[in-house]
């Protein structure tokens, strides 16, 4: 079957849908392309953000700039959200 990662936000707006996409790839990205994209390039993240990166990393929902909630996730070809 067929998948790509997506990166979903969702920002704190009323009406804000759960599965805004924000960027897709075909195979899972490495952590560290998944931080550059974030803006938060390992090599140059405190603590703070390189836990964030890796509960983004490993599916869990994270919060980021502004309350924008972010998850990274696994859809595959005919799945609906």
Request: glycine share 6%; proline share 4%.
């Amino acid at each position: 079957m067929i998948s790509i990662w997506c990166l979903f936000s969702v920002e704190n707006i009323y009406d804000q849908p759960d599965n805004n996409l924000v960027r897709w790839w075909a195979d899972k990205p490495s952590i560290e392309t998944l931080a550059k994209f974030m803006a938060m390039p390992l090599d140059k993240a405190d603590d703070e953000s390189v836990v964030k990166m890796v509960n983004l990393w490993q599916g869990q929902r994270i919060i980021g700039h502004g309350g924008v909630r972010y998850r990274l996730q696994e859809v595959k070809e005919g799945e609906s959200l």
